[in-house]
T-cell receptor, first 112, second 112 residues
């Protein structure tokens, strides 16, 4: 299995622009997570899907953030409009019912 | 609210030394605890998962222990190698995926 695949690996954009991050979970996993990692706050859970349904989005910082999972093999995290304080590494992770988390390589986002 | 602390924040040891990384958590009512490794610019790789009913897990030179009553877990690395240099994070699942809390991590450097 190729593992959790995220794209792009790096994204540089200007403040106010829309940013879309993409994730393909491991085939057969029924849970998908979006995390944000910063030096100051470490890893924070943004949103969690189970069987393509958003279960808990309480970690999404603002209405500027939205996430979708249209099918079992694809999810997006969108930021519109982006701000410099959104600069961070965004990770996608997936899990089966066994509970072990598998992470993608992340997207390094820089908002200028 | 679950709080996870990892001490020390950084550790430098000579090659071949045995070492222990510590993880403490405030709420002992946990579902499982997972240790991860993160290399610079990479995602998180799962090392060991300990269920709440278990006391320890072993994989090769790694051994993780769990003491729920005292709110502590340790990751023991035997005969450390330069390739072990990375940041090690522990993640505590307090019940449900939305309640996974990560520590900030311990940055390990193994000197040849």
């Amino acid at each position: 299995d190729a593992g959790v695949i995220q794209s792009p690996r790096h994204e540089v954009t200007e403040m106010g622009q829309e940013v879309t991050l993409r994730c393909k979970p491991i085939s057969g996993h029924n849970s998908l997570f979006w995390y944000r990692q910063t030096m100051m706050r470490g890893l924070e859970l943004l949103i969690y899907f189970n069987n393509n349904v958003p279960i808990d989005d309480s970690g999404m910082p603002e209405d500027r953030f939205s996430a979708k999972m249209p099918n079992a093999s694809f999810s997006t995290l969108k930021i519109q409009p982006s701000e410099p304080r959104d600069s961070a590494v965004y990770f996608c992770a997936s899990s089966s019912s066994a509970g072990k988390l598998f992470f993608g390589s992340g997207t390094q986002l820089s908002v200028l | 609210k679950q709080e996870v602390t990892q001490i020390p924040a950084a550790l430098s040891v000579p090659e071949g030394e045995n070492l222990v990384l510590n993880c403490s958590f405030t709420d002992s009512a946990i579902y499982n605890l997972q240790w991860f490794r993160q290399d610079p610019g990479k995602g998180l790789t799962s090392l060991l998962l300990i269920q709440s009913s278990q006391r320890e897990q072993t994989s090769g030179r790694l051994n993780a222990s769990l003491d729920k009553s005292s709110g502590r877990s340790t990751l023991y690395i035997a005969a450390s190698q330069p390739g072990d240099s990375a940041t090690y994070l522990c993640a505590v699942n307090s019940g449900g995926y939305q309640k996974v809390t990560f520590g900030i991590g311990t940055k390990l450097q193994v000197i040849p």
